[in-house]
Structures are given as C-alpha cells and as structure tokens.
C-alpha cells in the first residue's frame, strides 16, 4: 500500500510517500524558517500562504524523485492537528481534493503520534512497549507506548515545552530563531563552571517538568551583562542552560523506566536532535543497561514521512480507520490521549 503523506502544522511543508511493502520512497521539505525569523517566531497567516505555494510543487518532486505516479497513491495521510489551525487547513484541503480527485481513501493523524512513531522508520525499530519522551516546540511528555494508538500518559509540562525553553532562551542571548540549534552549539564552547541554573522540579517526585523559570533565570543572567552579552558570556549562558534541561529530562527519563520496569526508552520531536540530550541519555542507557532509540535526524523535526508512516501503520491495523467522506475538518487542540488504538 502506498501512502501520501502531507504534514502542515506549522512552519514545514512536508510531502511524503511511504510503501508498506518498501518503506521510504521518497520526501521532501521545505521550511519558512527564513521567512519567520525577521519576525522572531512564527507568523501564522504568513505560514498558511507560504504551505498553499509550496504543497504541490513538492509532492511533484517527490513523485519524480520515486518514480511513482499519482495514479500509484493508494490512500492519503495528513496532519489533521495539533497545530495552526490556517497551516492545517491547508494540509487538509489538499489532502481532500487528492483524495477526492484520485478516489481514494483519507486519514487525518495526529501530529504527536507521526512523532512518537518515528523511530519505528529507522534501520533498528523498537519493539513496543517502550517509554517515549516527547520533546518538541509545543509539547515536553513521558508516555508509555503499549502500540499504535495505546498511549498512557506519565508526565506533562506545567508551563512552557522544552523546544520553547530552547527558542525563548536562544532569543534572549539573540541567537535568533529557532534557537534550538545555535544555543546548542553555543554550549559547546561554554565553561560549564561558569554559571549554575536551577533544575525545575529535578526532585518533584514525579514525572511533571517545568521550564518557564529557566527562562527567566537566563534573562537575569543576560541582565548582568549591560550592553552586548560577550560571546564567551553567550557562550557560557547557553551552557548553563543546556545543562539544567539535559540534566531535568535524563533524570526523568530514567524514573520513567524505572516506573514502568521497561528497558526501552524512545526519544521523538525536535529537541530529540539535541546532541547533548543523545550523549547524556546514551551514557545513562550505558550504564543502566536499557536501550535508547532516536529517529533519523532529519525525521526528528516536522516532516511529512512521519505522517505518511503513521497513516500506513492505521490502515495496516484497521482499514476502516480510512474515510471516503471529503468533508475534512482539523483539530488545532488534540489531546494525545483522546486517539483511538489501531
Ligand atoms: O518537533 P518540532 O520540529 O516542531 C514541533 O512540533 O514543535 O520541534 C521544533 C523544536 C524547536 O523548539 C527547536 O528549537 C527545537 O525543536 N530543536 C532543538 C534542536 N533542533 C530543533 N532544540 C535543541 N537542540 C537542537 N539541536
Ligand atoms: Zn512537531
């Protein structure tokens, strides 16, 4: 079964077509970073237009790239939320009219889980159960993963989601945007000894994270430095910085193993390309004998194999799962937990 993939939920177009039989045919992206960084974040009306420009022309890449015709596409996935609900309409729009247009069958999946099934796209899948950590732009949760659809919820965010505690603190030291990235390298050349952040809620007890006091505490760092932050200061912060959250997410990733007795943890979303979250967990995984599992890092961020992935594992499981009624809707809120199992 081949399936079209169209994700569109904020500022990446992403077209893809995945085979049950083959896997991967073919995806392609493209991202508005450029054109959302003069404005220092994403611009929502600007992102639905740029998506209408870019769908098409993509998709026909990525048919020519795979040898495939349209005529091929056995059945349409897309991101039906969460997300901007502009950037999804448009997603889902053009998912509609293909589907419609070509007769065939349509599935709107959810974003988070195009994210946490993404690991199963690498060349040595988890099996399930596994713990997953899912650590993006908008979200920051633990999750027990029994299978497709079987989602148990073990902790969440209380405030901001670490790729927003990367992206606000990046701003502060302006490192411009996204700032995952650049207050990634950042820390690299930062002395780790310089300045201490707090850990949030390191010692809660349970698996809840909190980042919005990191924030601010690099803005009471920044404010120390009148006038420009020197690069070394820069550097420093974003050590500082990086520390605390790399240090918050290991620990409660190993009391999430811990509290569920599972050996295999699974790392999805943005920050998950993080190259000092990979060593940390990959040295803990070391040392306590559990396995971590991470997608490609091209698929850690928003992409549309992922959605095309998802949809292919739901009609695998369940045909039915598939509408034929072209009267598409989106879910800008969608709670994880309110998916049905495959
Ligand atoms: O999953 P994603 O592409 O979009 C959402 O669904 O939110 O995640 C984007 C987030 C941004 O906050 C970005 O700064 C962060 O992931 N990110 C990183 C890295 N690469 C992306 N954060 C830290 N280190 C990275 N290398
Ligand atoms: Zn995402």
New binding site residues.
């Given amino acids: 079964m081949l399936v079209l993939g169209i994700e569109s939920?904020?500022d990446?177009t992403g077209i893809a077509l995945y085979d049950s039989e083959r896997g991967l045919l073919g995806h392609a992206l493209h991202s508005q970073v450029a054109m959302h960084e003069e404005y220092g974040g994403v611009v929502p009306e600007l992102a639905s237009r740029d998506h209408i420009r870019r769908a098409l022309p993509l998709l026909q890449r990525v048919l020519e790239t795979s040898g495939a015709a349209r005529t091929d596409i056995d059945a349409i996935a897309y991101t039906q939320g969460p997300g901007l609900a502009g950037a999804l309409l448009v997603g889902a729009s053009i998912a509609s009219g293909l589907a419609l247009a070509l007769e065939r069958p349509l599935i709107g999946i959810h974003?988070l889980e195009g994210?946490l099934l993404s690991p199963l796209l690498a060349a040595d899948p988890p099996d399930f159960p596994f713990v997953a950590l899912l650590v993006?732009?908008?979200?920051t949760q633990l999750m027990r993963v029994d299978g497709i659809g079987r989602y148990e919820l073990l902790g969440d965010t209380l405030d901001d989601a670490a790729?927003?505690a990367?992206?606000k603190s990046a701003k502060l030291l302006g490192l411009g945007y996204?700032?995952?990235?650049a207050?990634?390298r950042m820390a690299d050349f930062g002395d780790p000894n310089a300045y201490q952040l707090p850990r949030p809620m390191l010692h809660s007890k349970n698996l809840d994270f909190s980042f919005s006091g990191l924030k601010t505490a690099v803005l009471t760092l920044v404010r120390q430095h009148p006038g420009n932050v020197c690069y070394q200061d820069q550097a420093n912060i974003a050590r500082a910085f990086v520390d605390a959250v790399v240090e918050v997410l290991t620990a409660k990733c190993l009391a999430a193993l811990q509290q569920t007795g599972l050996q295999r943890l699974v790392i999805a979303?943005?920050?998950g390309?993080?190259?000092q979250l990979r060593e940390a967990l990959n040295a803990a995984a070391q040392k306590r004998g559990f396995r971590v599992y991470y997608p490609e890092l091209e698929f850690?961020?928003?992409n549309g194999a992922m959605i095309a992935f998802a949809g292919a594992l739901r009609l695998q499981a369940n045909p039915a799962a598939a509408t034929r009624n072209y009267a598409f809707n989106v879910r800008p809120r969608w709670p994880l937990e309110e998916l049905p199992a495959a």
């Fill in positions: 939920s904020c990446e974003h994210h993006s732009g908008g979200h790729g927003e990367f992206d996204p700032g995952g990235p207050i990634s979303g943005g920050v390309a993080n190259a850690c961020t928003d």
